[in-house]
């Protein structure tokens, strides 16, 4: 199965962890590719206040509402951190992207009952980069 074929199209509302005010990084990106295809986007960035006229969260425990996926562009250090945070707002599908799939993240995921999605989530919803 390839990872576009696994893409639950119907999930309303994704995290963007790493998401950024530039419009280079992938984490931006991320944040106007899901907001073009219908998704609900909660951007997560410790340092931002709001990034694509988004309200920006520390962290997805401080997102008031529901969160259906998240999608990950984070260094593998802070990568393995916020898997907790994943698991206990209750995520369970997290898109690892390329650069933020390393083996410790994968195996914290796994271990968290995460169901990790190693490939990259812009793809997989059909958008070309």
């Known amino acids: 199965m390839t990872a576009g074929e696994c893409y639950d199209r119907d999930v309303p509302v994704i995290a963007v962890l790493g998401a950024s005010n530039d419009r280079r990084k992938y984490g931006n990106k991320a944040v106007r590719v899901f907001r073009q295809q219908g998704y609900t986007v909660v951007p997560i960035n410790r340092h931002e206040a709001e990034i694509e006229g988004e309200r920006a969260y520390a962290s997805v425990l401080d997102y008031p509402g529901q969160v259906d996926e998240a ?41 968290l009952g995460l169901e990790p999605v190693i490939a990259c989530s812009i793809l997989a919803v059909g958008e070309e980069l």
């Open 71 to 111: 999608t990950v562009y984070l260094r593998a250090d802070a990568g393995v951190a916020v898997m907790d945070e994943l698991a206990g707002k209750g995520i369970r599908r997290v898109w690892l992207n390329p650069g933020a799939d390393a083996p410790e993240v994968v195996a914290r995921a796994r271990a």
